[in-house]
């Protein structure tokens, strides 16, 4: 049983992981071993593992898509600066001071 302090994965929690994993991932799947033998080795669950491997197969790389959003209007940096310049407004206060 895992503790509240354990580095552990658990369950819906996210951490990216390192080339080196999927440099081993890969060699791993090139020298015919499966999925869950490469899984226990490397310490990743059976599906990532499995979406890692089919993962290269289509795009030719272990690494993430890029995402597919639409690009920010404005940038961080502009960002930080509007929230210095516009006061903080509640719900509430925009109703009693906007609306009849």
């Given at each position: ?8 994965n658990t369950h819906g ?17 090139l020298a015919n071993y ?35 959003g639409r690009p920010r ?28």
């Amino acid at each position: 049983m895992q503790d509240a302090n354990s580095s552990e994965n658990t369950h819906g929690s996210y951490e990216k992981a390192d080339p080196y994993k999927y440099g081993c991932i890969m060699y791993m799947h090139l020298a015919n071993y499966g999925a869950t033998q490469i899984s226990l080795v490397v310490g990743m669950s059976l599906s990532t593992v499995k979406y890692i491997i089919k993962r290269v197969d289509e795009t030719g790389s272990p690494e993430p898509r890029k995402g597919s959003g639409r690009p920010r209007k404005i940038d961080e940096r502009t960002e930080r600066h509007l929230v210095q310049i516009v006061p903080f407004i509640t719900e509430e206060q925009l109703h009693v001071e906007y609306m009849p």
